[in-house]
Structures are given as C-alpha cells and as structure tokens.
C-alpha cells in the first residue's frame, strides 16, 4: 500500500487547510485510519483517528475542538480538516492505518508539510 498525503502549505494562525491522503491497494477499508504529526525535533504523534465504519472517532488534546478527521471507502481516502490553526501546529502530517495495540500497518508515505506563521 502507497499513502499519499496532500493539502499542506503556508497559512496564518487562525485559517484553515483540509488535508487528503489516498491510499492504494484494498486494504483501505479494512481497519482504523489515524493521522500523525512530526514538528522539528520532536517525535511522531497521534492527532486523530476514526474507525473503519467511520463511527468512533478520536483526537488529541491540543487539536480537539478545532481538527474534523472523515473518511471515504470508496476513494480510499481520509481527511483532516484543520480549523483555527497555531503555529504550534506546524509539522509533516502523515497518515496511517493502525491497529488496535497502536502499532502501524503500513509504511509510512513522504507526508505533507503544515507551516503556520503567526
């Protein structure tokens, strides 16, 4: 399976950015899909994650509130509409299906790279 993330870019603090990550092969559908984030000189987080049925959905502290994850089966495609940005939020935000024990499915694709000035 292939990840391709897309969407990043340069924004103010407080606009918005909707990302996209298709995936390839036919697994998509068959588990939970997460997206994470690296800022420079940190490690990889967790900031949202929705189920395969796309019922429970989760999300990190800092962007509860503010970041919307969704998915579409059929475009094998998960989002993450990012509102209210901060430039804390500043990172390459990757996706991934994960299992339930947290670890990874795939590996992971290049990223797409969320810079918010202030």
């Known amino acids: 399976v292939q990840l391709q993330a897309s969407g990043g870019g340069l924004v103010q603090a407080g606009e918005s950015l909707r990302l996209s990550c298709a995936a390839s092969?036919?697994?998509?559908?068959?588990?939970?899909m997460g997206w994470f984030r690296q800022a420079p000189g940190k490690e990889r987080e967790f900031v949202a994650g929705i189920s395969r049925s796309g019922r429970r959905i989760y999300y990190a502290g800092s962007v509860k509130g503010r970041f919307a994850i969704s998915r579409d089966n059929a475009k094998k495609t998960v989002y993450l509409q990012m509102n209210s940005l901060k430039p804390e939020d500043t990172a390459v935000y990757y996706c991934?299906?994960?299992?339930?024990?947290?670890?990874?499915?795939?590996?992971w694709g290049q990223g797409t790279l969320v810079t918010v000035s202030s």
């Open positions: 092969g036919r697994t998509f559908s068959s588990g939970s």
């Open positions: 991934n299906q994960y299992r339930p024990d947290g670890t990874y499915v795939w590996n």
